[in-house]
């Protein structure tokens, strides 16, 4: 665990965390890198939700991006070690499993102030908060498939539980961005408004479960979170199997390569 500073916060390389009162808010930090996820980051998400969990001064609990965007997805050198070093991606499966739990076990509501774009991870860590605040500008999706990898980290597991098994399939498949007008419309995500609007909308909610009975709200989570927790057992090993199995493939190799010369994948299908 890292050291904490003098507000008992824990501090860590890339993430940052602040208090407002008995609102704690964690930070996706690295804005260079359009907050992208890479393995150091993989392994303080892993921490910080049980940190969260835990903290006695905090009832109510804030993710966002440092930035202009929410969180990119993968760094791509990340992925294109583990296409490299597929055998490193089983300490990921290890981590992203952590992570999902990590969030499925926080007691206090999650609010996702969603600033910018959520891709892949990025977007699979927005949808497992409570409430999503997105700003209008923002698009949000999950292109797993998109580099010949399957969604294996958690996409397969709280997409459906949104908007229901054919969009899910919909869009998990084609690997698609949805805009944050097109999310609401369908559920995806709560609300999408004005950039200028969404710190107003998410500290007005925010002050709503501060200023009511915390506990009887934490429990009630607790009770909707029981179903999701039981498909999140019945799905993640098997997700993150096929993805481990889909990091080997020439596929996965070929998107990479392609991202890197900054064109289109020619996919062969292996």
Same mark, same amino acid.
């Given at each position: ?76 050198? @990340? ?44 977007? !699979? ?27 294996? %980290? ?36 709560? @609300? ?6 969404? %710190? ?13 009975? !915390?506990?009887?709200?934490?429990? !009630? ?15 993640? %090993? ?33």
């Amino acid at each position: 665990m890292p050291e904490s500073d003098k507000a008992g916060l824990p501090a860590y390389e890339t993430l940052l965390l602040s208090r407002a009162g008995r609102r704690l808010t964690i930070s996706f930090n690295r804005p260079d890198f359009m907050n992208a996820v890479n393995l150091k980051m993989h392994e303080e998400l892993a921490q910080v939700f049980s940190f969260a969990n835990a903290d006695k001064q905090s009832d109510v609990i804030v993710l966002t991006g440092e930035g202009r965007a929410f969180s990119a997805g993968g760094d791509l050198d @990340h992925i294109t070690n583990s296409a490299n070093n597929p055998d490193s991606f089983d300490e990921e499966c290890r981590l992203a499993k952590r992570i999902v739990f990590a969030l499925l076990d926080l007691d206090k509501p999650l609010i996702c102030r969603l600033n910018g774009h959520a891709v892949g991870l990025g977007a !699979t860590l927005a949808l497992f908060c409570d409430v999503i605040f997105a700003s209008e500008k923002a698009k949000i999706g999950d292109p797993h498939v998109s580099i010949g990898l399957v969604a294996g %980290d958690g996409g397969a597991v709280i997409w459906p539980q949104l908007i229901g098994l054919n969009r899910a399939k919909e869009y998990l498949l084609a690997g698609d961005l949805l805009t944050a007008p097109q999310a609401a419309s369908i559920g995806l995500i709560n @609300h999408s408004l004005p950039l200028d609007e969404l %710190d107003v909308a998410v500290d007005a909610y925010c002050n709503k479960l501060l200023a009511g009975a !915390t506990k009887a709200i934490s429990w !009630t989570k607790v009770l909707l979170n029981q179903e999701l927790k039981r498909t999140a057992q019945s799905l993640m %090993d098997a997700g993150l199997a096929y993805e481990a199995l889909a990091v080997r493939s020439a596929d996965h190799r070929e998107a990479i390569t392609a991202l890197k010369e900054k064109r289109k994948p020619v996919f062969g299908g292996k």
